[in-house]
């Protein structure tokens, strides 16, 4: 399972603490378990004074390139910062172009979970399918949300077209996969433009884990958010060992910062597709 982080604070800050230096880090998460490792590739993403996004990743496992994470790290001084940890979708190429966050028209992009029908989904895209640099189904969904967006649709409600269009594809396609019971498995993500951080946490087919890497209470498919220093943070799970609040999915959140603090927001979905409610792992 891939690992997500996002920092949004009132300023620019450092993350540096939570990337890489506490005992739950994002990097230490990586190798936590050495049953379940994120090798597959890492990666951050910042913005500049003038809102311009910045993405330093890799293909390679974030322990084998410890120093030049942390050195991204320390270079991600924004008041939004985006991490990720990768342990690839069967099927999908391990390099550098395919490692997390992915990034285009200003907005960054963070994905835990495969979406199975991606090829379905890469045909609806309509032009923005010669925006793909990749066979990445998460590279497919962020397409698919930021053709959402191009729509009109809020980050919220971008996050619920997703879904609804995944399901409608679906009905239609089901037959070419026998072993699966639903169009993905987790759909947790998190987006951004520089402005705020947008994430959905859903979840419909259970992942190869059971739970985190370094909390053993946390279910792999619930995000977590916490308060740290003015500091708000949202996680796959904690990335140190104080009190978390779990989401309660389906949802998405935001958080934006403001001149003196952070403005967060939770908006409960319920999700329906044309057979009915949504499968939500979490809930069953």
């Not at 230490?28 to 049953?35: E, G, K, Y």
């Not at 989904?121 to 397409?143: H, I, K, N």
């Not at 639903?182 to 987006?191: G, H, R, T, W």
């Not at 389906?250 to 958080?255: F, K």
């Amino acid at each position: 399972m891939c690992r997500l982080f996002a920092q949004v604070a009132p300023q620019a800050v450092s993350a540096r603490d939570f990337l890489a230096d506490s005992d739950f880090s994002l990097l230490n998460q990586a190798a936590a378990d050495p049953n379940n490792p994120q090798k597959d590739g890492w990666g951050l993403a910042w913005f500049g004074p003038a809102g311009e996004a910045h993405v330093v990743k890799s293909g390679r496992a974030a322990p084998d390139e410890r120093a030049r994470f942390t050195a991204a790290a320390d270079d991600a001084r924004s008041s939004v910062v985006l991490g990720h940890i990768r342990a690839a979708s069967k099927g999908i190429g391990i390099d550098d172009q395919r490692a997390h966050p992915f990034a285009d028209e200003g907005w960054v992009f963070a994905h835990n979970g495969t979406l199975f029908i991606h090829r379905e989904v890469a045909a609806a895209l309509g032009a923005r399918r010669a925006r793909l640099t990749t066979d990445s189904d998460s590279e497919v969904y962020f397409q698919q949300f930021m053709k959402f967006r191009a729509e009109g649709a809020e980050p919220s409600a971008a996050f619920e077209a997703c879904v609804a269009e995944n399901w409608r594809l679906w009905e239609a396609c089901r037959s070419r996969y026998p072993e699966l019971s639903a169009p993905y498995s987790s759909l947790n993500a998190i987006a951004s433009d520089g402005n705020a951080i947008h994430a959905l946490c859903h979840a419909a087919h259970r992942g190869l884990a059971e739970h985190g890497v370094c909390h053993a209470d946390q279910p792999w498919s619930v995000m977590s958010y916490a308060i740290r220093d003015g500091r708000f943070l949202l996680a796959s799970e904690g990335v140190d060992g104080g009190d978390w609040t779990r989401l309660s999915p389906p949802e998405t959140i935001s958080a934006a910062p403001t001149s003196t603090g952070v403005d967060i927001r939770r908006r409960p979905l319920k999700l329906v597709g044309p057979l009915g409610p949504v499968p939500e792992v979490s809930r069953s």
